[in-house]
């Protein structure tokens, strides 16, 4: 990605769902979505902007409107005893694909989100509470965890928000994410694998030696 070159959401979200139907051919690999939903029209955004009561920041909106109105792009490979112990040695599968959006959902994950921070021990540490708070979720996991932007900069950073534990930026920017997540094969993006390829900042590092073993393994 070339410096200040506009992202090219498109060509992102097609590499993304090809690199999940052609991993099949990796052994132990298998391919459980490559469901990929054409971009939203602007009447979609503007309805749902309306509900949010918000325009949504310029990099997600060009997101959904160039690149797909939801990405359910998801893998798994079981790669046998050994294999990832200087990747990811607590764990013996390891999972992952794009799955982001739907679109006509963020009314829902904010709904989730602002319940999360007012209900639950959020509520009671002030820097998360902050962080919730201020947070656009654009992909839910089935834990409970979000991928947001925090809006408080034109060009949001990317927040992992965990239900469980502290929340924290893993991303300067969409673009940023999107880059790193693309080379590190889109891994998770629960918290105990992605958060496993980060930088003495916290922020994702797919150019670390992990990195590259894990692309090794599923290239």
């Not at 009671?124 to 979000?146: C, K, V």
């Amino acid at each position: 990605m070339a410096a200040g070159s506009p992202f090219d959401y498109a060509g992102w979200v097609e590499r993304a769902r090809r690199f999940v139907a052609e991993l099949a051919r990796v052994p132990g690999a298998t391919v459980r979505s490559t469901t990929v939903e054409p971009p939203a029209t602007t009447a979609q955004l503007a309805a749902v902007e309306q509900q949010l009561g918000l325009t949504l920041p310029e990099s997600l909106r060009e997101f959904f409107v160039s690149g797909s109105a939801a990405l359910d792009c998801h893998y798994v490979v079981e790669p046998g005893d050994g294999v990832l112990d200087d990747i990811l040695p607590d764990e013996s599968d390891i999972f992952g694909g794009a799955r982001l959006g739907p679109l006509s959902e963020l009314q829902e994950f904010s709904r989730s989100v602002g319940e999360w921070a007012a209900e639950t021990w959020v509520a009671e540490a002030p820097d998360q509470h902050a962080i919730w708070t201020s947070a656009l979720p654009f992909a839910r996991m089935n834990n409970g965890d979000y991928l947001a932007l925090a809006l408080s900069d034109p060009d949001p950073p990317v927040v992992y928000l965990n239900h469980d534990d502290d929340s924290s930026v893993i991303a300067l920017s969409l673009a940023a994410f999107l880059h790193a997540w693309e080379r590190l094969a889109y891994l998770g993006p629960e918290h105990w694998q992605l958060l496993a390829f980060v930088d003495g900042r916290g922020q994702l590092d797919a150019e670390s030696d992990r990195a590259a073993r894990l692309r090794r393994l599923l290239t």
